[in-house]
């Protein structure tokens, strides 16, 4: 289908938006940003009104397909990425993995007590003094995560002067002598805040999936807290399934 079937019994902006999925899919095969027609050049292509075209758009933009910037337009990112829940693996690794660009912005690296839910994570006591770094993940030139990862000072001392824009897990199994083994993650949509929308040059209130993971040592001690934001216009978790045997 490449024009607006007027016979159909689907609405025309269900027929635009699927129309326009196409024209993504087909770009991000060539590994593009696709910017999208204004409103009024896609309401003229296909005879249609502004308001159906920007009913199109909004689904598209709720379904992650698309982003929008004001006084600019519609993208569709080049590709969106994902991660397998099932392997614990750092972004930095995964990335490698891939064979794309990753630069890691550190924000701030500070040392405190820790808050009562970092300590729950960590099992530790209350008052406990934990490192906190914020660091920004920038894949192929695009802001895809906020990372907010909590780490025991007494298991890492001297944290800071390591080089922490590179692998925190090569870090801490190198030099630390923590040998990471699994994992607990927990996974929640919601919308951006004002300042992780700043940090991600997204809207805010753009969706986002908002990620909390436990890292265990192989002798079962919580080595890190992590709090992740990521961009729900380029990431995707994904988990294989399996019934269960009878």
Same mark, same amino acid.
């Given at each position: ?86 392997? &614990?693996? #750092?972004?930095? @690794?995964?990335? *490698?993995? =891939? !064979? ?6 550190? $924000? ?71 040998? &990471?083994? #699994?994992?607990? @993650?927990?996974? *929640?949509? =919601? !919308? ?6 700043? $940090? ?47």
């Amino acid at each position: 289908m490449s024009t607006i079937d007027r016979s159909s019994h689907l609405p025309y902006y269900e027929q635009l938006a699927e129309l326009l999925r196409h024209e993504i899919v087909a770009q991000q095969a060539r590994h593009e940003v696709f910017q999208l027609p204004s409103e009024n050049e896609l309401a003229e292509r296909y005879g249609l009104s502004r308001a159906t075209v920007r009913h199109a758009l909004d689904e598209l933009e709720r379904d992650g397909w698309i982003f929008r910037q004001k006084g600019v337009g519609s993208f569709a990112p080049a590709r969106r990425l994902e991660q397998d829940l099932t392997l &614990l693996v #750092s972004t930095t @690794e995964d990335m *490698r993995q =891939r !064979g794309w660009s990753l630069v890691t912005r550190v $924000l701030s690296l500070t040392q405190e007590p820790a808050h009562a839910h970092v300590a729950a994570a960590l099992e530790l006591a209350d008052g406990a003094v934990v490192y906190e770094l914020r660091r920004l993940r920038v894949v192929e030139d695009a802001p895809l995560s906020l990372q907010i990862a909590h780490l025991p000072a007494a298991l890492c001392p001297r944290l800071e002067e390591n080089d922490l824009s590179a692998s925190l897990y090569r870090l801490l199994e190198g030099r630390y002598g923590l040998r &990471l083994w #699994s994992g607990r @993650e927990t996974l *929640r949509a =919601r !919308g951006a805040t004002e300042s992780e929308a700043k $940090l991600l040059c997204i809207d805010e209130g753009a969706p986002v999936m908002a990620a909390e993971r436990i890292t265990y040592a192989a002798n079962g001690t919580p080595v890190e807290y992590l709090e992740a934001t990521w961009r729900g216009d380029r990431y995707d978790f994904v988990l294989a399934l399996s019934r269960p045997s009878s």
